[in-house]
């Protein structure tokens, strides 16, 4: 392993040199690394005696690591430019040859490129931090305490990974620096609207929620490294002059995928959409055991969001409509509104997925099922019959719709897992259309049908047994 190493180690020395050794690059990252945490500074100290007027200083004590955070990320954001360069910036300039012509294995290069793109977004991210909490010192501002420090630090540490693994698999993909810089909006954007989610929770001063995002952008940044290393070839890369989006090649792959070779609709139910399923049952199972913990997680989130229904009404069933009060989720919509509710949801969950190489694509369900789960452990602390209630109100359409949202859902992780698995005999754009397509069939096939029954039940059959049970 150590051997097979070594040529990683050599290309990253050897990037690294080259780049510390370009001012084009320099100037820029050390400038702007110094000027803004002291202008963060400046922000940190005119906030601290404003908020200190009106007696809110916690607003200050938590805009300080808040404003660590924005320095970590802003040094990383502007020397992305060099991972987006990293492979098609030298192919534009032709010095890419010499270096694909050597023994390397293609994933010693790729890993090679990772790591050399790697260290200057985090030199400039941590001389930036340095700077801030030097400046908060000599402006007798207190810094943050040393576990959110080492949180921050940590933060930005796996954000910048993150976004030079996107990056990277951005250059080798794309055809020239221009479309990779346009191409780099879909990393940069994300990862703005993640900054703003932290920064919530960071006031709130809920940190322990922020190490979970550590771990789940740990996840993430792997998935990019793998996807990177599944999809790289070198000669793909030399042979790729310009990419042109081709809607009757991309229709003629998906129509193939959905239909498999299937001659009439008997063998499309019969044989294909089986074989499709069954390549999916290991997606299926992390889907169920995920629900089993949403389910979990919901009861416990109970201790930190309890909810007091009125005692004296819960033999006349005022507790219940308390309850409803708080989630109108037992409310009966027609059939067709919550048909299209639950496929919208299904949807959300694709598009979650198609971000995030199937792992938020689990999101939809996993916070329905808390919700379940939540409201079950509400109504027996109070002392609702909660099992009487769940089996009217939600097992008779449930048994049908928690099914097939499992199976969309693993339709989603199956087509993450797809992204991420090695193949020479198909490109990216063909294996994420392929897919597409299995993710579209199951729906069709399965999911929607057994939403249709769903829905019918749950407008015709779930008001009866509730009645039946609850009246």
């Not at 294995?105 to 490129?113: I, N």
Request: neutral net charge.
């Amino acid at each position: 392993m150590v051997d097979a190493l070594r040529p990683v180690f050599v290309i990253t020395t050897r990037e690294v040199r080259d780049q510390f050794r370009d001012w084009r690059i320099i100037f820029p990252i050390i400038g702007l690394t110094i000027l803004f945490p002291f202008l963060m500074n400046f922000t940190a100290s005119q906030m601290l005696g404003f908020v200190n007027q009106y007696g809110a200083a916690i607003i200050g004590e938590r805009l300080i690591p808040f404003l660590l955070m924005i320095v970590g990320f802003f040094p990383i954001s502007v020397s992305l430019v060099i991972a987006l360069e990293s492979f098609v910036g030298e192919k534009e300039r032709g010095s890419i040859e010499p270096l694909l012509s050597t023994p390397l294995k293609d994933w010693q290069l790729y890993l090679g490129k990772l790591l050399s793109s790697t260290v200057p977004p985090l030199v400039s991210s941590y001389l930036g931090m340095l700077v801030y909490i030097v400046g908060l010192l000599l402006s007798d501002i207190p810094i943050p305490e040393f576990q959110l420090l080492v949180l921050v630090i940590f933060m930005t540490t796996i954000q910048a990974f993150m976004m030079v693994a996107g990056a990277v698999v951005v250059s080798c993909q794309a055809t020239s620096v221009r479309s990779a810089n346009l191409l780099s909006s879909f990393i940069i954007i994300p990862v703005a609207f993640l900054i703003q989610g932290e920064s919530v929770v960071m006031f709130w001063g809920n940190y322990a929620t922020l190490w979970w995002l550590v771990f789940g952008l740990t996840v993430l940044s792997l998935l990019l490294v793998r996807v990177g290393l599944a999809h790289f070839q070198r000669e793909e890369l030399l042979g790729r002059e310009i990419d042109v989006l081709n809607f009757r090649w991309g229709w003629r792959v998906f129509r193939d995928q959905f239909f498999d070779g299937a001659v009439n609709l008997r063998e499309w139910y019969g044989r294909k959409i089986p074989a499709t399923l069954s390549r999916m049952k290991w997606s299926m199972v992390v889907v169920f055991i995920s629900c089993v913990g949403a389910f979990i997680t919901g009861t416990y989130l109970v201790n930190l969001f309890p909810i007091d229904l009125p005692k004296e009404g819960i033999n006349t069933g005022s507790g219940l409509d308390t309850l409803m009060e708080y989630w109108p989720i037992f409310s009966f919509a027609p059939a067709a509104t919550i048909w299209w509710q639950n496929v919208r949801a299904l949807i959300v969950g694709l598009v979650l997925g198609i971000f995030s190489f199937g792992i938020l694509g689990i999101l939809p369900l996993f916070v329905t099922l808390a919700i379940v789960g939540y409201l079950y452990q509400i109504m027996l602390i109070n002392g609702l019959p909660a099992a009487t209630i769940i089996t009217a109100l939600i097992l008779p359409h449930g048994i049908v719709e928690i099914p097939a949202a499992i199976i969309a859902t693993a339709a989603v992780i199956s087509a993450g897992a797809k992204m991420a698995t090695p193949t020479s005999t198909e490109t990216f754009g063909e294996t994420w259309m392929r897919s597409i397509s299995d993710w579209t069939k199951v729906m069709i096939g399965v999911v929607m049908p057994l939403l249709i029954a769903a829905a019918l039940l749950e407008t015709w059959l779930t008001p009866r047994i509730a009645m039946l049970f609850l009246k």
